[in-house]
């Protein structure tokens, strides 16, 4: 006898397994994040009050005092890399939208070869004294474009694309913090030992001390108009991380496609130029032409700051401080000689080139 096959009518409405998945991701990445914004929101209290360190170093050394007391579980992990990547990648984007790219010139064309100069020596000191130290090639890069660029953004927004070890990241971004407050230190006493004007010392300052808080407290420590000259400088050589991410984002493509097989001309272009980055440029376009008014910029910051905070939170509870042992002094020694080379070679070139 036959049997009748019946089949379900088609109602037009999806399933939604979709729906399903995304509230399980949710589920998954929920504590993980929540922690690192836990860590993000004490780590900004205490950057308040010590600005010389700021969110994100404290942010950084929460997690990985939090990560070696408490060793959270496998539970944790999918938060911690949400905070690690995405987050972060957001951060980059947010950031831009406080940058208009005519400030490139607003700064004058005397200044640009001593900031290119600067970020030039600091990345070829990198390869080499990193080769010299023989220290390995991701901690070479972290190290060389923290010190040539912006400290722990340009760490950040690298990172993004390198995906280089947690331990790494942190190892870098410990670097750079230790020869930021040495600038702080130092820097406003030399420059009067050295007898510079606001002026130079505001270019000296900007192109040779990492991160921003860090040159606000030596431009404005210096006097004079020092502080809000060197906050230009440093807020254009910031706009570095754009070619100098394309470039490590082109490198990792290639290393993936020569591991895989893949040609150059098959490399899509979301592999050379990452989608965070091309966020980047379109939010400082929109500064530029006016769409982002400059009384939103102080609020960006906040918020662009709070974002890479709740990123590096992210890495330093994704980590151990064994991880940290294992590294050695040789990153710290690259920090050194690279702070030293860029900052003579800031003075070297202004003295060259500005009159």
Avoid at 74 to 81: T, V
Avoid at 166 to 191: K, Q, R
Avoid at 279 to 307: E, K, N, R, Y
Wanted: overall charge positive.
């Amino acid at each position: 006898m036959a049997t009748r096959e019946t089949t379900r009518p088609t109602t037009g409405v999806a399933p939604a397994p979709s729906t399903e998945r995304v509230v399980r991701r949710c589920r998954e990445v929920a504590p993980g994040l929540l922690a690192a914004l836990a860590v993000a929101g004490v780590a900004t209290a205490a950057g308040a009050e010590v600005p010389v360190i700021g969110g994100p170093v404290f942010g950084i050394v929460i997690g990985l005092l939090l990560a070696t007391v408490l060793a959270p579980g496998a539970r944790w992990r999918p938060g911690f890399a949400v905070a690690s990547k995405p987050v972060l990648q957001t951060s980059i984007v947010v950031l831009g939208a406080t940058l208009s790219l005519t400030q490139v010139a607003s700064v004058g064309a005397s200044s640009l070869p001593v900031m290119l100069g600067t970020v030039a020596v600091a990345l070829g000191g990198a390869w080499l004294v990193g080769r010299l130290l023989g220290i390995e090639r991701d901690t070479t890069l972290l190290v060389g474009v923290g010190t040539a660029i912006c400290g722990a953004s340009a760490i950040a927004a690298t990172q993004s694309v390198l995906k280089a070890r947690e331990s790494t990241v942190a190892y870098a971004v410990g670097t750079i913090f230790v020869f930021n407050i040495a600038a702080v230190l130092a820097f406003p006493s030399l420059g009067h030992l050295l007898g510079l004007d606001p002026h130079a010392f505001g270019l000296w300052a900007g192109t040779a001390i990492n991160d921003t808080s860090s040159v606000v407290a030596a431009g404005y420590a210096y006097g004079g108009d020092a502080g809000p000259y060197s906050v230009v400088v440093k807020l254009t050589r910031s706009l570095m991380i754009i070619p100098v991410v394309m470039a490590v984002a082109f490198l990792v493509a290639r290393r993936g496609g020569a591991a895989t097989g893949e040609g150059r001309r098959s490399l899509p272009w979301t592999r050379l130029v990452p989608l965070f980055l091309v966020g980047f440029v379109v939010a400082s376009a929109l500064t530029t032409i006016g769409v982002v008014p400059t009384s939103w910029h102080p609020a960006l910051t906040v918020v662009g700051t709070f974002l890479i905070t709740t990123a590096l939170a992210g890495i330093g509870l994704s980590m151990r401080i064994a991880d940290l042992r294992r590294a050695g002094v040789r990153p710290l020694v690259l920090g050194a000689c690279l702070w030293v080379l860029v900052a003579a070679s800031s003075l070297g070139i202004q003295a060259l080139t500005v009159s």
